[in-house]
């Protein structure tokens, strides 16, 4: 051993012979070293003849390594073959998915219903996230062997978990609810996973940030990152913790800079994304904090990370927050054309709720800028709007009602701060369109 890691020479020992008890029992909680001792152990496992059972007796530590190694690639190798099954389900029409991942038996595993959860997380649109969250249910009770029931349990309180996501993402909260409820019975019945607590906990957490329940939200996703770091899943923790940097992000700019080091010090160098999102709301506190060169220089230096994702969530927020920088620093002009650049986007997308927050947006940058004509004719585009996005009646009676309102408090010189901010919290969370919004949703799913 050195400066507290197993050697090369200790690693490659593993085929000459049995290991030392220090070095076999490092292998066992060191991912670092686990994972160099790998290449020794698949050296081992595939010019070994030698009986497990015999192994075992004269070398039980060298012995359990080698099992621990064969576990883990057949999951792998399972993991592979749930990819493939996923693929299959994809192509088919939505009415002969459920049924047929009823009665095939590749997706009745614990990788296969991984396998359906990973694609329910990786869906752009909320309800595809729902049906391929309900499909590893399906999958998941059809499980026959393999697992016990506390760990159906675990997977169970999983899929609920990512259920309930998928709801909130299309503003169902009171049905998402019903499904973290769902979660918790099955957690209740596992094996006390502090991950798959962790993962109730966030879900939990981003309904109330939502709802706008702030403080009830940062001490869920508090509880969400301490179940997550018990688990050590550190990646997790920073996701949970930079959720907190967004639910607050609004009322106080400067405590979300502070989650944000937080999570830094958690998050994966490999996980862009995550990383990616975490800087553009720090970019956004930045900003709002009036500390406009410093934001400047670190959304400049996020250029090529943007690059790497096609995301149209990610390419219009990058438009609207260079549109708030030049805004700070007082370019309106040139503000301006990115903001109804993306405005118009927004539209073209069917992102509604989207369009009549950016709109909203406006709307406070004229009032703090002064300039009424401005913040009227705003009002003017959204009202004229409203006629053609072919939403419900209750919806377009809503919204209507909502900016007649807001352009009678600017006629009458009475649209203050607190008033625009209440009418943003309506959009958000009581506003309702049938589907959700597969653009705004992903602004708090980080």
């Keep these: 051993m050195k400066d507290g890691h197993a050697t090369q020479e200790e690693m490659l020992d593993l085929i000459a012979g049995e290991p030392t008890a220090a070095v076999a029992e490092h ?50 190798e399972d993991w592979l073959a749930a990819q493939s099954a996923v693929a299959q389900v994809r192509s088919m029409t939505r009415k002969k998915r459920k049924e047929y991942v009823a009665r095939t038996k590749p997706y009745h595993t614990a990788p296969g219903v991984l396998g359906l959860l990973e694609e329910a997380r990786a869906a752009n649109v909320p309800y595809d996230g729902e049906e391929w969250a309900d499909l590893a249910i399906v999958a998941c009770y059809q499980i026959l062997t393999g697992i016990s029931e506390a760990e159906r349990g675990d997977l169970l309180a999983e899929c609920y978990a990512e259920l309930a996501g998928a709801r909130r993402r299309s503003a169902r909260w009171k049905l998402a609810r019903e499904a973290l409820r769902q979660g918790r019975e099955h957690h209740n019945k596992g094996t006390g996973s502090a991950s798959v607590e962790g993962h109730l906990l966030m879900v939990e957490g981003c309904i109330e940030g939502d709802l706008g329940e702030l403080d009830r939200a940062e001490q869920l996703l508090e509880a969400a990152a301490e179940k997550f770091l018990q688990a050590e899943i550190p990646r997790l923790a920073a996701k949970a913790i930079t959720q907190i940097a967004y639910v607050v992000l609004d009322v106080s700019p400067d405590r979300t800079i502070g989650f944000l080091c937080r999570a830094e010090t958690l998050m994966p160098f490999s996980d862009k994304r995550l990383s990616m999102f975490a800087e553009s709301i720090r970019v956004d ?71 009549f927050l950016d709109l909203l947006y406006c709307l406070d940058s004229y009032v703090r800028r002064g300039d009424l ?41 009475a649209a203050t701060v607190q008033i625009i901010l209440q009418a943003k919290q309506f959009i958000k969370t009581r506003w309702r369109t049938v589907g959700g919004d597969a653009l705004l949703i992903k602004e708090s799913a980080v």
């Design 27 to 76: 292998l066992f909680r060191c991912p670092t070293c686990w994972s160099s001792a790998c290449e020794s152990l698949g050296r081992l496992d595939s010019g070994s003849a030698v009986p497990r059972e015999s192994l075992a007796l004269r070398e039980p530590r060298r012995a359990a390594l080698l099992e621990r190694y064969r576990l883990e690639q057949r999951k792998l």
């Design 285 to 355: 506190a930045l900003i709002t904090l009036g500390r406009s060169r410093e934001a400047l220089r670190r959304f400049e230096q996020l250029t090529s990370v943007y690059e790497q994702f096609g995301d149209p969530f990610v390419q219009l927020r990058r438009h609207f927050t260079a549109g708030r920088l030049l805004e700070s620093i007082g370019r309106f002009d040139e503000a301006d054309a990115l903001f109804f650049d993306v405005i118009s986007a927004d539209l073209e997308q069917r992102s509604n709720k989207s369009f």
């Design 373 to 413: 004509s401005g913040a009227l004719a705003v009002c003017d585009r959204a009202l004229s709007t409203i006629s053609t996005l072919e939403l419900d009646e209750a919806s377009e009676r809503q919204m209507a009602d909502l900016w007649n309102g807001l352009n009678k408090q600017l006629q009458a010189g």
